[in-house]
Nanobody, 126 residues
Framework: QVQLVESGGGSVQAGESLTLSCSGFGYPYPNYCMGWFRQTPGKEREGVATINSDGRTNYADSVKGRFTISQEGIKSALYLQMNSLQPEDTAMYYC????????????????????WGKGTQVTVSS
C-alpha cells in the first residue's frame, strides 16, 4: 500500500525559504508521476510541481524560478525547495503520486493523482 507522509512545513517571513519532504512510498510501480499540490480554504487544490520517474519536471507559472521539485533517487524521498516565499504561497501543501508517467494534466488537475498525503501547512507572513 502506498502511504505518503509530508514534513517540513512551518511559518516564515516573506523572502525566506522552506524545504518540504515526502516519504514513506512503498511504491510498487515502475513508472510514476510524483507531485506537490497546495490548497487554501475555499479554493480548489492546485498543482505546484510534478516530477516524472525519468526526472522530467513541470511547474506552475506562479512558482517557476522560485520552487524546485526533486528526488534523492528513483522511488525515494520527494522534496520541494521553496525560495523567495510570498504570502500568497500560504497553503496546505500535499504530496501526491500516480502510477503513470506525468502528463500536463497531472499538474493542471489534482484528480489525476491516485495517492495523497495528509498535508503540511506553510504560512508566509509579510
Amino acid at each position: 500500500q502506498v502511504q505518503l507522509v509530508e514534513s517540513g512545513g512551518g511559518s516564515v517571513q516573506a523572502g525566506e525559504s522552506l524545504t518540504l519532504s515526502c516519504s514513506g512510498f512503498g511504491y510498487p510501480y515502475p513508472n510514476y508521476c510524483m507531485g506537490w499540490f497546495r490548497q487554501t480554504p475555499g479554493k480548489e487544490r492546485e498543482g505546484v510541481a510534478t516530477i516524472n520517474s525519468d526526472g522530467r519536471t513541470n511547474y506552475a507559472d506562479s512558482v517557476k524560478g522560485r520552487f524546485t521539485i526533486s528526488q534523492e533517487g528513483i522511488k525515494s524521498a520527494l522534496y520541494l525547495q521553496m525560495n523567495s516565499l510570498q504570502p500568497e504561497d500560504t497553503a496546505m501543501y500535499y504530496c501526491a503520486a500516480d502510477s503513470e508517467q506525468c502528463r500536463p494534466e497531472h499538474l493542471d488537475d489534482y484528480v489525476y493523482m491516485d495517492y495523497w498525503g495528509k498535508g503540511t501547512q506553510v504560512t508566509v507572513s509579510s
